[in-house]
């Protein structure tokens, strides 16, 4: 089956634009998660949502925002671009919401270069 | 709040070393363990897991055994291969927080044939 898919796969900005990622998880499974991947910090967690609702939310300001679609299809925005927004950002995808080993699928990513 | 420890790399050994990557967490209720890689260019993709104290995670020639006493879920392997250079994350999903799951800071692993 097909697996958890990003686009875009790359993408260049320049500081103060916005960008918007999308990802679409595996067929029937409905939570989505995302992270952004960095060397200097590692794997940070963004957000989580599941049917259509964010359900848990990291440490991001507020130009960083998401929504989930009713076919489970995911987006997230970041808005007013920085330097520091220049990061390998995961979409990961799992069955569901208290499964007890919460196993998530992670797309390739999408990195974001911002000049 | 919820944490995992992992050595930090790089570590670098020699084809058909042993390997230990230490990891441990910190946890309030009792949360389900796993080990995910990256290779190079990709994302994260489950290596293995363990979901109760004393279970023993294995796949691919490796393992990782879950110990409570300890708070450890260190990911071990007999022999390595060049193949297996890549970036190892430890990770907890804890039930009492919604599942929501913690990773480890990453451990860059570098073979040498």
């Known amino acids: 089956k097909a697996g958890v898919t990003q686009t875009p796969r790359y993408l260049i900005k320049t500081r103060g634009q916005q960008v918007t990622l999308s990802c679409s998880p595996i067929?029937?499974?409905?939570?989505v998660s995302w992270y952004q991947q960095t060397p200097g910090q590692g794997l940070q967690f963004l957000f989580e949502?599941?049917?259509?609702?964010?359900?848990n939310k990291g440490n991001f300001p507020g130009r960083f925002s998401g929504r989930q679609f009713s076919n489970s299809r995911s987006e997230m925005n970041v808005s007013t671009l920085e330097l520091g927004d220049s990061a390998l950002y995961l979409c990961?995808?799992?069955?569901?919401?208290?499964?007890?080993?919460?196993?998530?699928?992670f797309g390739a990513g999408s990195r974001l270069t911002v000049l | 709040g919820d944490s995992v420890t992992q050595m930090e790399g790089p570590v670098t050994l020699s084809e058909e070393a042993f390997l230990t990557i230490n990891c441990t967490y910190t946890?309030?209720?009792?949360?389900?363990l796993f080990w995910y890689v990256q290779y190079p260019g990709e994302g994260l993709q489950l290596l293995l897991k363990?979901?109760?104290?004393?279970d023993k995670g294995s796949n691919k020639g490796f393992e990782a055994t879950y110990r409570k006493e300890t708070t450890s879920f260190h990911l071990e392997k007999g022999s390595v291969q060049v193949s297996d250079s890549a970036v190892y994350f430890c990770?907890?999903?804890?039930?009492?927080?919604?599942?929501?799951?913690?990773f480890g800071k990453g451990t860059r692993l570098h073979i040498l044939p």
């Open positions: 363990a979901t109760k104290a004393d």
């Open positions: 990961a995808s799992s069955l569901a919401l208290g499964s007890g080993a919460n196993v998530l699928t």
């Open positions: 990770a907890l999903s804890d039930r009492n927080r919604d599942d929501k799951i913690i």
């Open positions: 949502y599941f049917s259509e609702t964010q359900r």
């Open positions: 067929s029937g499974h409905r939570s």
């Open positions: 946890a309030t209720g009792y949360p389900s």
